[in-house]
């Protein structure tokens, strides 16, 4: 069965202290993989798609990269207003438009 | 730009009633649109997508049943809430690219 397990489940880091968050998978033939951010009682917000083994992409202190078999969105001199909870999602090959979701990562900073 | 709503924000209802959310999304046509389902330590899980009108697919057997009246609406329905329909719901659009885009989520509690 297609699996996306995301670690650790929570992690808290002091303001400016870098770190990375892991999105491992399980799928044959992958179409896609998002990275999305999620405050408490909202919905997920986008922020990356990488489609090929290589590729990173950035935005702000946020860079998302990508291997066959996982992603790390690596998180540079974080400042509180980063504290979220942070999902990784895959989707399949061709004509399936279903997005599997990890359970996410809780990401706390303290000033 | 795209907007998507979806309302009501929350919603608490007794075990055996009705159940119905709404999602329209603005700024674009023919949208693929999708029901998700977050428990509490859980991934979200797909309830529902559509790829036009009156076009429906499951993705999980349940109490639960989709609708798309208008190209820009989706609703999601119940006859009788179960105390496990519980959970957070959330409706998310997807155009050209395979991207989806959530929405701001319906808080529904089951008493």
């Known amino acids: 069965e297609d699996q996306v397990t995301q670690s650790p489940e929570a992690l808290r880091l002091q303001e400016g202290e870098s770190s990375s968050l892991n999105c491992s998978y399980t799928?044959?033939?992958?179409?896609?993989l998002f990275w999305y951010r999620q405050d408490p009682g909202k919905g997920p917000e986008f922020l990356f798609t990488?489609?090929?083994a290589g590729e990173e992409k950035e935005k702000e202190r946020l860079k998302a990269t990508l291997t066959k078999k996982e992603s790390f969105l690596h998180i540079t001199a974080p400042k509180p207003e980063d504290s979220a909870t942070y999902l990784c999602?895959?989707?399949?090959?061709?004509?399936?438009?279903?997005?599997?979701f990890g359970t996410g990562t809780r990401l706390t900073i303290i000033p | 730009s795209q907007t998507i709503h979806q309302w009501p924000a929350t919603l608490v209802q007794p075990v055996g009633s009705p159940l119905s959310l709404e999602c329209t999304v603005e700024g674009t046509s023919n949208p693929n649109l999708y029901w998700y389902r977050q428990a509490a330590g859980r991934g979200l899980q797909l309830l529902f997508y559509?790829?036009?009108?009156?076009?429906i697919s499951s993705e999980v057997p349940q109490n639960l049943s989709a609708s798309r009246p208008q190209d820009r609406q989706f609703i999601l329905s119940s006859k009788k809430l179960l105390l496990s329909d519980s959970g957070f719901y959330l409706c998310?659009?997807?155009?050209?690219?395979?991207?989806?885009?959530f929405g701001p989520g319906t808080r529904l509690t089951v008493l």
């Open positions: 799928v044959s033939g992958l179409r896609g």
């Open positions: 990488l489609y090929s």
């Open positions: 998310a659009w997807s155009e050209y690219t395979d991207t989806q885009y």
């Open positions: 999602a895959v989707r399949l090959p061709f004509g399936n438009e279903k997005l599997t």
């Open positions: 559509s790829v036009g009108i009156g076009q």
